[in-house]
């Protein structure tokens, strides 16, 4: 069983900084694309940011410039570093992988969120 576990949210000032960090386990033949997503209350869960297994990534234009998504293939982790946060950063932030999970074959599975919260 592919499981996806998360770190690092929390609480911090506008204009502060954080570091998500998400790693898959269990039996993983494979990871194709990861990437991060977001869900403010009241709202649907949306895309912010995803990078594929050769690096090459893509960003919501509301987080261009500010936030970094990175993977490390050797620990199966993926990253997002985040600069600049605003109020309206503040959401549950999900990770999300497409996995080869062996007589599974490939799955998507998601991580259990982590609150990250924007406020002085």
């Known amino acids: 069983q592919v499981q996806l576990v998360e770190s690092g949210g929390g609480l911090v000032q506008p204009g502060g900084s954080l570091r998500l960090s998400c790693t898959a386990s269990?039996?993983?033949?494979?990871?194709?694309?990861m990437g991060w997503y977001r869900q403010a209350p009241g709202k649907e869960r949306d895309l912010v940011a995803t990078?594929?297994?050769?690096?090459?990534?893509n960003y919501d234009d509301s987080v261009k410039g500010r936030f970094t998504i990175s993977r490390d293939n050797a620990k199966n982790t993926v990253y997002l570093q985040m600069q600049s946060l605003k109020p309206e950063d503040t959401a549950v932030y999900y990770c999300?992988?497409?996995?080869?999970?062996?007589?599974?074959?490939?799955?998507?599975?998601w991580g259990q969120g982590t609150q990250v919260t924007v406020s002085s």
């Open positions: 269990g039996t993983i033949f494979g990871i194709g694309s």
């Open positions: 990078i594929t297994n050769g690096g090459d990534t």
């Open positions: 999300n992988a497409r996995v080869n999970a062996a007589r599974a074959g490939w799955v998507t599975r």
